[in-house]
């Protein structure tokens, strides 16, 4: 079975400041990693995913993310956050045959 | 690509009734998916519904209280029974390949139950 641990459950930061959203995976074969976003009262949004080769994926809205498999984590970047950014974040595993597994999720907060 | 539809997109029901919500895919898939997204929280896996076969639930779900249909490849049905307002959520379908790992989700169904 497949788990996802989500390190922090609220991140505050100021706008145009560098973020990073912590993701740890558990799991004895091997998976699918995948962040998505929900803004208020929305569904859910896919900002990127890692299948295979390149370990730095890039997403939507200039988010990207690293894979480190020894470490067994996927954390999501952002080098400069806007406002707009603000919402909930989901980081996702999914092995071949099986449903996606999502963490707690962490609130993004954007402040001015 | 999969495109997914639910009905209804949103209910309200009195406690201890049941609300049956229908999923439609424009497409033949392999695995169908079910979940519950809480107030405030993630999305949490209720069961997986392969046609032609029973439905596997996750922990803390039953048949009983979440029986679920899935009588071909691109229509399946999960009922919410005997509610109270515990149950209140926005409920998801979700389908998938087998090999592929690629996942798509209906738009939910938001359940108030007062």
């Known amino acids: 079975a497949q788990s996802v641990t989500q390190l922090d459950s609220q991140v505050p930061v100021f706008e145009e400041a560098p973020v990073e959203l912590r993701c740890n995976y558990s799991s004895s074969v091997s998976v699918y990693l995948f962040w998505y976003v929900q803004y208020p009262n929305q569904g859910l949004q896919l900002l990127l995913k890692y299948l295979s080769g390149s370990t730095l994926v890039k997403g939507i809205n200039g988010f990207e993310a690293e894979f480190n498999k020894s470490q067994t984590s996927f954390h999501l970047r952002k080098p400069s956050v806007h406002i707009s950014d603000t919402a909930e974040y989901f980081c996702?595993?999914?092995?071949?045959?099986?449903?996606?597994?999502f963490g707690k999720g962490t609130t993004l907060s954007v402040s001015s | 690509s999969a495109v997914i539809s639910q009905k209804p997109s949103r209910d309200i029901c009195q406690r201890g009734t049941s609300l049956t919500i229908q999923c439609q895919v424009d497409s033949q898939v392999t695995m169908m998916f079910w979940y519950r997204q809480q107030p405030g929280q993630s999305l949490t896996l209720i069961a997986t519904?392969?046609?032609?076969?029973?439905?596997?639930?996750e922990s803390g779900f039953v048949i009983d209280k979440f029986p679920i249909s899935r009588p071909n490849l691109t229509f399946s049905t999960l009922t919410v029974s005997n509610m109270s307002p515990e149950d209140s959520s926005i409920y998801l379908c979700s389908v998938g390949g087998q090999l592929s790992y690629e996942q798509y989700f209906g738009p939910g169904t938001r359940l108030t139950v007062t």
């Open positions: 519904a392969n046609q032609g076969s029973e439905a596997t639930y």
């Open positions: 996702a595993v999914r092995a071949a045959g099986t449903a996606l597994i």
